[in-house]
């Protein structure tokens, strides 16, 4: 990917075909590690080229940073633009190279993702959710999750009740549903 890259920038768009393939595929895999479970292939494919294309026009555009890092910032359009259409067709967003948890009690599970369950069993509880049709568990896990990582806090389920259109007693019986989802997951 690092030569796709230096090559965009340094050729102005006309890049190798060997060298835009190689980077091309590297993306393409790169975001379908992260997505493929909420994304068909199609997606991601287009994830990739609208990810070049974007880098491309800040390019052009003079907004790249001298001396930094250009293949971060392909990576972090290709995840904004990933995480942008999970969010548009309803899904969840897998949550690579961080840790995250869940205890037993309703006001403290948001704030600590980070300290019991490791990102693969939070993913095997959402898909068991989501797999239950148990919507509701889900988008207020999403909703949680995206709040602690904004934020640096987590919501109470009054906050994040009112942020779904939910009462907060729904929260909490979506988050105890959860909690067993995890549990489930911790124990397989």
Request: hydrophobic share 45%; no cysteine.
């Amino acid at each position: 990917m690092l030569r796709m890259v230096r090559a965009l920038l340094e050729t102005d768009g006309e890049v190798p075909t060997d060298s835009f393939q190689e980077g091309f595929s590297a993306l393409r895999d790169y975001l379908s590690r992260r997505f493929s479970t909420q994304l068909g292939r199609g997606d991601i494919e287009d994830l990739a080229a609208e990810a070049i294309t974007q880098f491309l026009d800040a390019a052009r555009r003079g907004l790249l940073v001298a001396g930094g890092n250009p293949t971060g910032y392909l990576l972090r359009i290709a995840m904004n633009n990933g995480f942008a259409t999970v969010k548009r067709v309803g899904g969840t967003a897998d949550l690579d190279g961080a840790e995250a948890a869940v205890t037993l009690t309703d006001t403290d599970t948001a704030a600590r993702f980070d300290r019991l369950a490791t990102v693969d069993m939070l993913r095997r509880a959402m898909t068991r959710a989501r797999l239950d049709g148990d919507v509701t568990a889900v988008k207020v896990a999403t909703y949680l999750l995206d709040h602690i990582q904004r934020t640096g806090e987590a919501p109470s389920n009054r906050t994040t009740g009112d942020a779904l259109g939910l009462s907060h007693a729904g929260v909490a019986k979506a988050l105890r549903r959860l909690r067993a989802y995890l549990t489930s997951a911790l124990t397989a």
